[in-house]
């Protein structure tokens, strides 16, 4: 690479004659030594950060416009499509590890990974396209190519998608040539007169003075990496906003949701102890935990929305958003847990849900004999498996259009999501639903289960203590032991808690609407200062206690006793 740039700089510099072989630059043994150790790291240092600068720009104006005609297009930015299917694509230890690594903020570092990669690519491909044009282009079309790929893999009906990565690719091509141009003569001229031997009497050399404020090369580059700079932010920023004004894509709070045909009773009043410092029974809609593989949160049109319930069964049917509100909607308090909780965790939130009965539904499309697997699919394209037993077994099993009194939050699933009392998420929360096939867990895998995760998983039986908190302080003396237990579908019968490893004893419980929902629990006792130590474990109403044995929440769920240090004093 080294050798390529010198013989370029003679090149451009004494615009010789083109020759075969090129001149070798060591003519002069010591002088080129010399050369090396005082003149070439300055030049050298220009050339990378002009190279650099120039990469840089290159992507910016890729991503730019990549944005702004998916913008346009109202369809996924490239960015986030190659990380939608490096999420689809990567081995599930990958991600499993990014997930305990960084929590929810794994799609935020996901996407700033890819864009870092992007930009450190381009810097390197920029300075070795100053010498090597065709290596920058041959670069771009491969990041192109990648783009290209990832929508195949991911979004092979999203036409939009693949017009903003080809539209992005084109920026960069035709950002890389403008700037090409203008930055290859303006080094060269610098270059030129930065060396000793170099004549002082070609194009643009007029002034004599030292330094790089001269001739219209530089001029050019500076003046074309301004407007490409501009124009790039221009594009980019459009293309971020659009969405948003030409959106009208079912705003929250644009469904008018119907009232429930059999409202539920009010909660119970004593659902909440008030000890300070627990989770609310209800869990308010802003701070209901979200799990999804979603890189941006699908903003679907409720007027668009349609469902259908096809594969093993008699009568297959579509229904729009009109229709399912027509229906009989009744209401259903439900915990819903993820199945990625560890124990202690709070991935797990309470809601009154306002939906139709799935088993209503299913029995309309009569369901056929051998369909045990209810598939469902949501808007972008993630798959759920759900044991059709359990959904027809008369739970309030929910295509939910509400939650907490409101259209569904679109983090959440709006404009319809599934909702089954009893099963982590993962098997059948399914958010953005808009298809639903009747199939056998023989013949098709949802997602999770193609990545090693189970097939069929009820939620385990838990408990967790939320007061006090982790390496927390109480005062000594008389102290308030608090948290919550669940075993949805099956009811909660026992909370125990016992401190310093002594013995068990009965925490009281909180009353509950019913069996699909956690309940909060109390216990009182009295501490010596210094370091203690609390364990919980709860027993369901089948006389099931909650395992000690840690497991881990792969493939289907975390076992064992949350327990919890603090101090008195
Ligand atoms: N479309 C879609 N629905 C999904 C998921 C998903 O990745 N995509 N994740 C599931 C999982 S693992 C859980 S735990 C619940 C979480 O629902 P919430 O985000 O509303 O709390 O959604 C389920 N539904
Ligand atoms: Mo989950």
């Given at each position: 690479?080294?050798?390529?740039?010198?013989?370029?700089?003679?090149?451009?510099?004494?615009?010789?004659?083109?020759?075969?072989?090129?001149?070798?630059?060591?003519?002069?043994?010591?002088?080129?030594?010399?050369?090396?150790?005082?003149?070439?790291?300055?030049?050298?240092?220009?050339?990378?950060?002009?190279?650099?600068?120039?990469?840089?720009?290159?992507v910016g104006?890729?991503l730019?416009?990549?944005?702004?005609?998916?913008?346009?297009?109202?369809?996924?930015?490239p960015v986030?499509?190659v990380g939608?299917?490096?999420?689809?694509?990567?081995?599930?230890?990958?991600?499993?590890?990014?997930?305990?690594?960084?929590?929810?903020?794994?799609?935020a570092?996901l996407i700033t990974g890819v864009v870092v990669v992007l930009v450190l690519a381009g810097?390197?491909?920029?300075?070795?396209?100053?010498?090597?044009?065709?290596?920058?282009?041959?670069?771009?079309?491969?990041?192109?190519?990648?783009?290209?790929?990832?929508?195949?893999?991911?979004?092979?009906?999203?036409?939009?998608?693949?017009?903003?990565?080809?539209?992005?690719?084109?920026?960069?091509?035709?950002?890389?040539?403008?700037?090409?141009?203008?930055?290859?003569?303006?080094?060269?001229?610098?270059?030129?007169?930065?060396?000793?031997?170099?004549?002082?009497?070609?194009?643009?050399?007029?002034?004599?003075?030292?330094?790089?404020?001269?001739?219209?090369?530089?001029?050019?580059?500076?003046?074309?990496?301004?407007?490409?700079?501009?124009?790039?932010?221009?594009?980019?920023?459009?293309?971020?906003?659009?969405?948003?004004?030409?959106?009208?894509?079912?705003?929250?709070?644009?469904?008018?949701?119907?009232?429930?045909?059999?409202?539920?009773?009010?909660?119970?009043?004593?659902?909440?102890?008030?000890?300070?410092?627990?989770?609310?029974?209800?869990?308010?809609?802003?701070?209901?935990?979200?799990?999804?593989?979603?890189?941006?949160?699908?903003?679907?049109?409720?007027?668009?929305?349609?469902?259908?319930?096809?594969?093993?069964?008699?009568?297959?049917?579509?229904?729009?958003?009109?229709?399912?509100?027509?229906?009989?909607?009744?209401?259903?308090?439900?915990?819903?847990?993820?199945?990625?909780?560890?124990?202690?965790?709070?991935?797990?939130?309470?809601?009154?849900?306002?939906?139709?009965?799935?088993?209503?539904?299913?029995?309309?499309?009569?369901?056929?004999?051998?369909?045990?697997?209810?598939?469902?699919?949501?808007?972008?394209?993630?798959?759920?498996?759900?044991?059709?037993?359990?959904?027809?077994?008369?739970?309030?099993?929910?295509?939910?259009?509400?939650?907490?009194?409101?259209?569904?939050?679109?983090?959440?699933?709006?404009?319809?999501?599934?909702?089954?009392?009893?099963?982590?998420?993962?098997?059948?929360?399914?958010?953005?639903?808009?298809?639903?096939?009747?199939?056998?867990?023989?013949?098709?895998?949802?997602?999770?289960?193609?990545?090693?995760?189970?097939?069929?998983?009820?939620?385990?039986?838990?408990?967790?203590?939320?007061?006090?908190?982790?390496?927390?302080?109480?005062?000594?003396?008389?102290?308030?032991?608090?948290?919550?237990?669940?075993?949805?579908?099956?009811?909660?019968?026992?909370?125990?808690?016992?401190?310093?490893?002594?013995?068990?004893?009965?925490?009281?419980?909180?009353?509950?609407?019913?069996?699909?929902?956690?309940?909060?629990?109390?216990?009182?006792?009295?501490?010596?200062?210094?370091?203690?130590?609390?364990?919980?474990?709860?027993?369901?109403?089948?006389?099931?206690?909650?395992?000690?044995?840690?497991?881990?929440?792969?493939?289907?769920?975390?076992?064992?006793?949350?327990?919890?240090?603090?101090?008195?004093?």
């Amino acid at each position: 690479m080294t050798s390529g740039f010198a013989e370029d700089e003679e090149n451009l510099g004494k615009k010789r004659p083109s020759t075969h072989p090129p001149p070798r630059r060591p003519r002069i043994p010591h002088v080129t030594i010399k050369t090396r150790g005082t003149q070439r790291p300055p030049r050298d240092s220009r050339r990378y950060a002009v190279g650099a600068a120039l990469g840089l720009l290159v992507v910016g104006a890729a991503l730019g416009f990549g944005e702004l005609t998916a913008g346009l297009a109202r369809a996924t930015s490239p960015v986030v499509t190659v990380g939608d299917a490096l999420v689809d694509n990567s081995p599930p230890f990958l991600m499993e590890w990014a997930i305990s690594l960084f929590g929810t903020a794994d799609k935020a570092v996901l996407i700033t990974g890819v864009v870092v990669v992007l930009v450190l690519a381009g810097a390197v491909l920029g300075v070795v396209a100053l010498s090597r044009p065709v290596v920058g282009y041959v670069g771009l079309t491969l990041f192109t190519a990648v783009g290209l790929a990832a929508v195949i893999l991911r979004r092979a009906d999203d036409m939009g998608a693949a017009s903003a990565v080809v539209v992005g690719g084109v920026a960069g091509a035709v950002t890389l040539w403008l700037l090409l141009r203008t930055a290859r003569p303006a080094l060269a001229t610098e270059e030129r007169h930065g060396t000793p031997q170099a004549p002082a009497d070609t194009e643009g050399a007029t002034s004599s003075e030292p330094g790089p404020d001269r001739g219209p090369g530089r001029r050019g580059f500076v003046l074309t990496a301004t407007g490409v700079l501009a124009a790039t932010g221009a594009a980019g920023a459009l293309g971020r906003f659009l969405p948003s004004v030409t959106g009208g894509a079912g705003a929250q709070g644009a469904l008018t949701l119907p009232a429930p045909a059999s409202p539920l009773p009010a909660l119970p009043s004593g659902v909440d102890l008030g000890v300070p410092g627990m989770v609310p029974f209800s869990t308010p809609n802003k701070d209901f935990y979200r799990i999804d593989t979603a890189l941006t949160i699908p903003r679907l049109d409720s007027t668009r929305w349609t469902l259908r319930v096809h594969g093993l069964v008699d009568r297959p049917f579509e229904i729009d958003m009109d229709e399912l509100l027509s229906r009989e909607l009744v209401e259903a308090d439900i915990t819903l847990a993820c199945v990625s909780n560890q124990v202690g965790g709070d991935l797990i939130s309470n809601t009154r849900w306002l939906g139709f009965p799935l088993a209503d539904l299913l029995r309309e499309a009569g369901v056929q004999s051998g369909a045990d697997q209810i598939l469902s699919t949501s808007d972008d394209g993630w798959t759920c498996g759900t044991p059709t037993e359990v959904v027809m077994d008369g739970r309030d099993a929910l295509l939910a259009v509400g939650m907490g009194g409101e259209p569904l939050p679109h983090v959440n699933g709006y404009p319809a999501r599934m909702v089954v009392p009893g099963l982590y998420g993962f098997v059948s929360a399914t958010k953005w639903v808009t298809d639903i096939k009747l199939t056998r867990f023989a013949d098709e895998e949802a997602y999770w289960a193609q990545r090693g995760w189970g097939v069929r998983a009820p939620i385990k039986t838990m408990s967790r203590i939320d007061v006090p908190a982790p390496l927390g302080r109480v005062e000594a003396g008389e102290t308030v032991l608090a948290g919550v237990a669940w075993a949805q579908h099956r009811g909660i019968d026992a909370v125990e808690v016992r401190v310093d490893d002594g013995d068990w004893w009965e925490a009281e419980l909180a009353e509950v609407p019913g069996i699909d929902t956690w309940v909060q629990w109390v216990a009182e006792t009295s501490v010596e200062p210094g370091a203690h130590s609390v364990e919980v474990r709860a027993t369901d109403s089948t006389g099931f206690t909650q395992p000690s044995e840690r497991v881990d929440p792969i493939p289907d769920g975390a076992t064992g006793w949350h327990r919890i240090r603090f101090t008195a004093d």
